[in-house]
């Protein structure tokens, strides 16, 4: 593992470090994306490394993917295998309801695909992303859309009250562009009291691939701190 980390890293490490207890030798695994998912794939990748565990994983993005590689994680598909036995991955906020706004890296609908087929899905965070609302702090929710529907889908998200941001590259012209083809903007509604009725709203606009909503996909969420760990559990049917 990785070493000299700053206090949030090291709350992100703890926080992946208990996620990884729940995979077991022979496990089909959802790899997350992002900087904390990146500590699970890298402590899994040691024990694939020390031959004490034997798993296929399922990246969720192009970065997540490189990263299985880098650590000798034999990588597999939903075409092999549609059901995955656990999921890891990251969030940009969640509330103690484990209702989530996750697609900062902009692999929202990769995620949320692999997610929903995971019989078993933990999220692993630095505990200062849990807030009571989703939306706190300025924090926008990610939609990847088509980008010929751009135009439409900005003005219906103004309509709904909300702000929208094309997300643009850093280091090129242009806007971010998904492993699928297509653009992210990140919409700002402020503290949202009724996710689950926003999320329906947002997903229902034409040209809209996915949003960074995960309402009902979380059964288990890791918040590292300074003094170990908080576990949130709230198993799905």
Partial sequence: MKVN??????????????????????????????STAAFAIEA?????KNGSLHIL?????SQAFQLAVENKIPVTTLDEHPVIDVTIDGADQLTPELFLIKGGGAALAREKIVASASKLNIIIADQP??????????????????????????ETIIAMGGRPVVRECKGKLGPVI?????????????E???????????????????????????DIAYLGY?????????LRK
């Fill in 192 to 218: 949202i009291v009724n996710p689950a009725e926003l999320a329906v709203k947002v997903k229902m606009v034409p040209g809209v691939v996915e949003t960074g909503f995960f309402i009902g996909l979380t």
């Fill in 226 to 234: 300074a003094g170990g760990v908080e576990k949130i559990e709230k």
């Fill in 44 to 48: 899994l990748g040691e024990q694939v």
């Fill in 178 to 190: 998904t492993d699928n083809g297509n653009a992210v903007i990140d919409a700002y509604f402020g």
């Fill in 129 to 154: 992303k849990k807030t009571a609302l989703i939306g706190e702090n300025n924090q926008f929710v990610p939609i990847e859309v088509l980008p010929f529907a751009l135009a439409i889908v900005k």
């Fill in 5 to 34: 980390l700053d206090p949030i890293q090291i709350a992100k490490q703890k926080a992946a470090l208990e996620a990884v207890k729940h995979v077991k030798d022979g496990f089909v695994v959802g790899l997350g994306s992002g």
């Fill in 57 to 61: 994983g399922v990246p969720t993005s």
